[in-house]
C-alpha cells in the first residue's frame, strides 16, 4: 500500500521538469544560434569585401593610381588594400587577385571576336583560314580573350577576389568545413587617359 502510495505521489511530483525539458532543446538552439551567428559573419565580410574590392577597383582605374596597400603590382596592392579593410573582421584571411583586361564589357569571359567566319557556323576552325582579333596577342584563339594586368586608357579591366579564411566557430565541433572560401568580382573601365588601342586581327592559315 505504501509502495503504491509512493508511486503515485513520485508520478504526480512535476519539480525539475523544466531541467528536463531545457536539456532536450538546448543542443538544437544551441546550433540553430551558432549556425546564424557564423552566416551573419559571412554575410558581413563578404559585403565588407565587396565594397573594398569596387573602391580599390575603381582608385586604379586611373593613370596612375595612388593605392594604400603595398606591392609593386596594381593586383598586389589591391590585395594588400582589401587586407587592411578585412584584417580586423575576418583574422586570417587569404586573398588571391586575378586582375584582366578586355576591350569593353561585352568581351568579359567571352571568345575572341571572329571576323572571319568561312563556313558561317559560328565557331573558329583553324583548318578553314577564319581570323580573329587577337584582343589579348599572343597569336592564339583563345575562348577568353582577357589580357593579363591592367591594360590601357579605356579598356575594361575585370577583377576576381577568392577569398580563403576560417570559420567564426570550429568546423569540426559541428560538422562543417573549417574553411570558407567565396569569390567576388567586379569590374570597371580605365578612365580614358589617352587612346584605347586595337587588337591585331590575325588570319589562320588554311589546310
Known sequence: MKAASFLRRLAADTGGATI???AAIALPMCVLLVGGLDLAHQSYVRTVMQGALN????RAAVERPDLSGAGVTI???VESTLKEIVGPIAAD???DIDQKSYFDFNSIKNPEKL???VNENGEFDEADGDCWEDTNENGEFDL???FEGKGGASDVVFYRAQVTMPRLFSGAMFGTAGQIEMN???AVRNQPYGNQGTAPVIFAEAT
Open 20 to 22: 528536463v525539458e531545457f
Open 55 to 58: 573602391d580599390a577597383a575603381r
Open 75 to 77: 593586383e598586389e596592392q
Open 93 to 95: 584571411a587569404q586573398i
Open 115 to 117: 571576323m572571319t567566319d
Open 144 to 146: 577568353d580573350g582577357g
Open 184 to 186: 567576388l568580382e567586379t
